[in-house]
Structures are given as structure tokens and as C-alpha cells.
């Protein structure tokens, strides 16, 4: 049965400024598939469920790559739980450790990018893939497809089901319609990150990129730092 027409999802232009780190030499090198997961992928947000194409991950602030890079390394909340029961003059501060050897291998690209983009947090697009993929709902258990749905880190497939899906899409030309996804940072709204897919064959979105070292003093890297509570070691 064919469905009346509904919401469509929505399109945003590429970023004219995007922001990557990534492992030297070349943070805009596509990751290797000889070291993608059992499950085919990189573990990431909107990578291919099929395993068909690659992804690189962007944001239109440096600041955002960096906290999205170093999260992982916040301190763990049950020793802050801890620590907060523990009781003294001074309170007790446990920040958490990055490691500098962290910084000699990677470094900050900086490229725009042409395209289309899906803005898949938009609500029409929501309500729009709510519809489209109505049987992927179901078989991961999510009863609504909302903003905190697509922000959920398990399971991955399941968000990567609805990358596939956007990657698939055609224009009326038959061309494909979207260059990647864009979508707000689960550390805070005001992190506008993009996901640039992977086309062999087609012309490269990514354009003029270059690279520059990482200063462990620049802005962008020490408010990081500060956001997740974390000092860089010696």
C-alpha cells in the first residue's frame, strides 16, 4: 500500500568551514577497512550498516573535535561519587589524565565541503524517517523516533540503519541526493558535527583540505580540557 505524502527530510548546504582531528599524516585519509569491527563498521554514530561505504567525522568548531576525541578519557563517574562522599577542609578534585605521547600522533585538518547534507535532527526529518523506517523501529524497540532516539550510543546499528538509509536516496535525477548527515554533538546543542560520506567514483566533497600540528596551548584544545575536567600529563 502506498503511503499519502508526508514530510521530507530536510537539506542544509556543507559546511564552507570544517574541523577534523585525526592520526597523522592525513587526517582526511578514509580509516582503513582492515581495521573495521566484526560487525563491518568503526563503532561510529552513522557508519554503514551494509559495510558498503566509509565515513569522516567533522564539526564546524575545532573545539567540538576535541571534545568529542577526549571524552573518553573523563574521569569515571563512580570515583567522582566517591571522592564526593569524602570529607575534609578542601574538596577533593580528581581530573581526569591525557596523555601527551596523545598529541604526537595526530594533528587538526581543516577543509570545506560541497553537497548536501541531510539535517536529520530537523523535526520533518524525523517524522519523516518515524515513517520510512517504521520496521527498523520496531526491531530495535524504539517507539519514537525523536532528537534523543538518533543521540543514543546503543545500539550503534541502529542509527547506522538510518545512515544507510540517507545514503541510499537518489534526486530526480537519479544522482545521489545527499553528500552526508549533519547532526548536533550528544555533548551540547551548540556543536554542529557533520559526517561526510564516502562515494568511490564520484567527485570529492572535501575541498582544499589541509593540516596544521596541535599547540597544546591554542583556545579550541585547553576549553576542551576544561569542559571535560581533564590535565594534560607531562
Given at each position: 500500500m502506498m503511503l499519502p505524502a508526508g514530510p521530507d527530510l530536510v537539506?542544509?548546504?556543507?559546511?564552507?568551514?570544517?574541523?577534523?582531528?585525526?592520526?597523522?599524516?592525513?587526517?582526511?585519509?578514509?580509516?582503513?577497512?582492515?581495521?573495521?569491527?566484526?560487525?563491518g563498521t568503526f563503532g561510529n554514530r552513522w557508519d554503514d550498516a551494509r559495510s558498503t561505504y566509509r565515513v569522516l567525522y567533522g564539526s564546524s568548531q575545532l573545539e567540538a573535535c576535541f571534545v568529542e576525541t577526549l571524552a573518553r578519557f573523563r574521569p569515571d563517574p563512580r570515583v567522582l561519587a566517591e571522592l564526593a562522599r569524602i570529607k575534609g577542609p578542601e574538596p577533593v578534585q580528581a581530573p581526569g589524565r591525557l596523555p601527551r605521547s596523545w598529541l604526537n600522533g595526530r594533528v587538526v585538518g581543516e577543509a570545506s565541503v560541497s553537497g548536501v547534507f541531510c539535517d536529520v535532527g530537523?523535526?520533518?526529518?524525523?517524522?519523516?524517517?518515524?515513517?520510512?523506517l517504521a520496521a527498523t523501529l520496531v526491531r530495535y524497540r524504539v517507539r519514537e523516533l525523536d532528537g534523543a532516539a538518533i543521540r543514543l550510543t546503543a545500539p550503534r546499528r541502529f542509527t547506522q540503519e538510518i545512515s544507510s538509509h540517507v545514503y541510499a536516496l537518489s534526486d530526480a535525477r537519479g544522482r545521489p541526493r545527499f553528500a552526508g548527515i549533519g547532526y548536533r554533538s550528544r555533548f551540547g546543542d551548540h556543536y554542529q558535527n557533520w559526517a561526510i560520506f564516502e562515494r568511490p567514483g564520484r567527485r570529492p566533497v572535501i575541498r582544499?583540505?589541509?593540516?596544521?600540528?596541535i599547540a597544546p596551548l591554542q583556545r579550541e584544545f585547553q576549553a576542551a580540557l576544561r569542559l571535560l575536567d581533564l590535565e594534560l600529563g607531562a
Open positions: 537539506e542544509i548546504p556543507g559546511p564552507r568551514r570544517i574541523f577534523r582531528v585525526g592520526r597523522k599524516p592525513n587526517p582526511w585519509a578514509w580509516p582503513a577497512w582492515e581495521i573495521a569491527g566484526e560487525d530537523a523535526a520533518a526529518s524525523l517524522a519523516y524517517l518515524h515513517r520510512a582544499a583540505p589541509r593540516t596544521r600540528p
